[in-house]
């Protein structure tokens, strides 16, 4: 059974950092594109950033490209998300996903998902 366990978020002031980490079992996540997604309230599920398995790519959604980097630790199996100059519109849910294919594009599909960790980011 694949678990996705994500830590880190908190309360930051705008122009802060975090760093997000995503702790995973069941799977050897190496092997496996990884991905940051985030709910905000009253909208859609939405992609931020993922890791190529294969090639190491990592495509960002324009909204976080140059402040968001997403990096892995393969000996660990965790993900990483680097959060900088952080904006209130970066408030939300933030979730980490694995794949569903072995070697997959960054893109996904994803198919596991952790269950969530909140970031608030304040004026």
């Known amino acids: 059974q694949v678990q996705l366990v994500e830590s880190g978020g908190g309360l930051v002031q705008a122009g802060g950092s975090l760093r997000l980490s995503c702790a995973g079992s069941?799977?050897?996540?190496?092997?496996?594109?990884m991905g940051w997604f985030r709910q905000a309230p009253g909208k859609e599920r939405e992609f931020v950033a993922g890791?190529?398995?294969?090639?190491?790519?990592?495509p960002y959604a324009e909204s976080v490209k140059g402040r968001f980097t997403i990096s892995r630790d393969n000996a660990k199996d965790t993900v990483y998300l680097q959060m900088n100059s952080l904006k209130r519109e970066d408030t939300a849910v933030y979730y980490c996903?694995?794949?569903?294919?072995?070697w997959g594009s960054g893109y996904g599909p994803y198919e596991y998902w952790g269950q969530g960790t909140q970031v608030t980011v304040s004026s």
């Open positions: 996903a694995s794949a569903r294919n072995p």
């Open positions: 069941g799977r050897r996540l190496s092997r496996y594109a």
């Open positions: 890791v190529s398995a294969s090639d190491g790519s990592t």
